[in-house]
């Protein structure tokens, strides 16, 4: 069991749990397909505590190497970046949609390349064991929260469709904005 608390094991606890949020977020695809939303954000929110404890872990036990950030960000793309559109798409406008389904393809296109550029922008200036006290722009897992309140609106009738195309693209420009966000 020492591969867990060693740093050059590819599966050390720290990408152990990255490898959770993996999961988690492979579990939330398909329940969404399959029109579990319920359960769909229920993995989408456990792939998310995946990814606030795996950083945690990397530094508290000194884990943290490239092959983890590059593997927390391939989990963040997955978990921040492809779900929550995802969600958005078969939750609200897989069926009855009063917007042409084009543009809806260009918005969750859009929002999808200003999550993966900002996560390769991140994994540029990345250094291990290093943590910024400030994020620049949203980062992807307050990008995916965000979707999911914009979701909560539109399930609570304060928000019609068209709005909530319209916010999914302001939540994508501020991914890479200059926006200043603590680090927890």
């Known amino acids: 069991m020492s591969f867990l608390f060693n740093k050059n094991s590819h599966f050390n606890l720290a990408n152990l749990a990255t490898f959770g949020n993996i999961a988690a977020g492979v579990l939330a695809?398909?329940?969404?397909?399959?029109s579990s939303f319920f359960a769909g954000a229920l993995f989408a929110w456990i792939g998310g505590a995946?990814?606030?404890?795996?950083?945690?872990?990397?530094?508290?036990?000194?884990l943290s190497t490239q092959f983890g950030i590059q593997l927390d960000s391939y989990a963040?793309?997955?978990?921040?970046?492809?779900v929550p559109p995802m969600f958005i798409y078969f939750a609200i406008f897989n069926s009855a949609n009063e917007?042409?389904?084009f543009i809806i393809f260009?918005?969750?296109?859009y929002y999808i390349i200003s999550g993966l550029r900002r996560l390769i922008?991140?994994?540029?200036e990345a250094?291990?064991?290093?943590?910024?006290k400030h994020f620049i722009g949203v980062p992807t897992p307050l990008g995916g929260i965000?979707?999911?309140c914009i979701y909560l609106l539109w399930l609570a009738g304060v928000l019609p469709q068209v709005f909530v195309l319209l916010l999914v693209v302001i939540v994508g420009f501020a991914l890479n904005s200059k926006i200043k966000i603590k680090h927890l």
């Open 29 to 34: 695809i398909y329940f969404i397909t399959h």
């Open 50 to 62: 995946f990814d606030l404890i795996d950083g945690k872990i990397a530094r508290k036990y000194k």
């Open 76 to 82: 963040d793309f997955l978990s921040f970046v492809i």
């Open 99 to 101: 917007i042409n389904i």
């Open 106 to 109: 260009v918005v969750f296109v």
């Open 121 to 124: 922008q991140f994994n540029i």
């Open 127 to 132: 250094t291990e064991g290093d943590v910024q």
């Open 146 to 148: 965000l979707l999911f």
